[in-house]
T-cell receptor, first 115, second 114 residues
Framework: GAVVSQHPSWVICKSGTSVKIECRSL??????MFWYRQFPKQSLMLMAT?????????EQGVEKDKFLINHASLTLSTLTVTSAHPEDSSFYIC???????????FGPGTRLTVL | AQSVTQLDSQVPVFEEAPVELRCNYS??????LFWYVQYPNQGLQLLLK??????LVKGINGFEAEFNKSQTSFHLRKPSVHISDTAEYFC????????????FGKGTRLSVIA
């Protein structure tokens, strides 16, 4: 399967600052990328879907101006949490899919803690 | 919309005993089904998937699952668990035939007791 990396693996920031999380598909042409967030002991909740070169499609209840997603190439997507607050503290996981719609690969996740 | 139900939030089981983790999905004309495992502070790893064909699917680490269309179920089983199987297990479904996102169940915490 595809190898997906995320950077950073964990980050601590002050309230009000912005944090950028990178998701890279190392050996796979990711035509679609997904961003999920996971609260402790809960399931993955889809935040947004992005196709390379297009604007992301956000799920209901997810603020697009707060969670900026850029899918600039087939191997890179970034999620920027703007003006982060403690309630944004979570585990953020990216996932990639290629032309085969029944295969999806996940990154290792990024732990964000906002103080 | 697709939905996935994992009825058991926690399943404790003794080492070397069999285990079944239950998953039910909402009916759809065509559906792909998946089981993922998540170890602490890590991403998800695919255990197995059902796309079509044989209803018994074998995956990694000795796990298998059976697709039951009449009961809209996709239960995960392992005949003999190890301590290292302790993890969170997620069932997921995807409407087949298109680039639709995975929908996850709430997860089942499998705890293997020595």
């Amino acid at each position: 399967g595809a190898v997906v990396s995320q950077h950073p693996s964990w980050v601590i920031c002050k309230s009000g600052t912005s944090v950028k999380i990178e998701c890279r598909s190392l050996d796979f042409q990711a035509t679609t990328m997904f961003w999920y967030r996971q609260f402790p002991k809960q399931s993955l909740m889809l935040m947004a879907t992005s196709n390379e070169g297009s604007k992301a499609t956000y799920e209901q209840g997810v603020e697009k101006d707060k969670f900026l997603i850029n899918h600039a190439s087939l191997t890179l997507s970034t999620l920027t949490v703007t003006s982060a607050h403690p309630e944004d503290s979570s585990f953020y996981i990216c996932s990639v899919r290629g032309s085969s719609y029944n295969e999806q690969f996940f990154g290792p996740g990024t732990r964000l803690t906002v103080l | 919309a697709q939905s996935v139900t994992q009825l058991d939030s926690q399943v404790p089981v003794f080492e070397e005993a069999p285990v079944e983790l239950r998953c039910n999905y909402s009916s759809s004309v065509s559906v792909y089904l998946f089981w993922y495992v998540q170890y602490p502070n890590q991403g998800l790893q695919l255990l197995l998937k059902y796309l079509s064909g044989s209803t018994l699917v074998k995956g990694i680490n000795g796990f298998e699952a059976e697709f039951n269309k009449s009961q809209t179920s996709f239960h995960l089983r392992k005949p003999s668990v190890h301590i290292s199987d302790t993890a969170e297990y997620f069932c997921a479904a995807q409407k087949g035939g298109g680039n639709t996102p995975l929908v996850f169940g709430k997860g089942t915490r499998l705890s293997v007791i020595a």
